[in-house]
């Protein structure tokens, strides 16, 4: 099956079963990680992948690309470069086992499949959930699994206020003063 990584709308005439293909692409890619006004933008060649972060293209092929040790190492270096004496909140598969192990503080949240896919369905978008967990959890480099140190929040059966809630309390239990805490006092 061929599906070519996608980027401005054009086809880049990129196979992600090409490895080698995908390897060159990503050494002549520029990826930048910012944070203005206590916010990460990230842009690829000088553009912002926000629209197209969960469309088709992006979610079929995120799991080939995402196998590909330079890939992340080039994701990881600025994700690392922007977080750099700041306090961040970060979200992904490897945030907490590999990209920041050393964090302190680490959350894994978890749902059931079918709760993901109605949650993506809900917000327009389409997801191969299983297929990538499956893949994600497979890979050599950087696999997905919960670092030891992380608190599991099964969020299947919570609002997001509700996981808000949760997040804050473990890290209030832990030491750590919250905003939400000190409003409460």
């Not at 503080?105 to 709760?115: C, N, R």
């Not at 969020?155 to 805490?181: F, N």
Request: aromatic letters at 6%; charged letters at 30%.
């Amino acid at each position: 099956m061929y599906r070519a990584v996608t980027w401005r709308g054009l086809d880049c005439g990129v196979a992600v079963e090409d490895y080698p293909a995908l390897v060159a692409f990503a050494e002549k890619t520029v990826l930048v990680c910012k944070v203005i006004n206590d916010e990460a933008h990230i842009s690829i060649d000088t553009i912002d992948p926000s629209a197209h972060l969960y469309g088709d293209d992006v979610n079929s092929a995120v799991s080939f690309v995402s196998r590909i040790p330079l890939v992340r190492e080039i994701v990881n270096a600025q994700l690392r470069h922007c977080a750099a004496d700041r306090d961040v909140v970060i979200e992904g598969r490897d945030i907490g086992s590999v990209v920041f192990p050393e964090t302190p503080f680490k959350f894994f949240l978890d749902a059931t499949p079918e709760v993901r896919v109605n949650r993506r369905r809900a917000q327009g978008q389409r997801d191969e959930i299983a297929l990538r967990d499956r893949a994600d959890s497979s890979r050599r480099t950087a696999p997905l699994i919960v670092a030891s140190d992380a608190e599991v929040i099964d969020t299947s059966d919570l609002a997001i206020g509700e996981v808000v809630e949760e997040i804050l309390r473990k890290l209030t239990e832990r030491g750590l003063q919250t905003e939400s805490a000190a409003s409460r006092r």
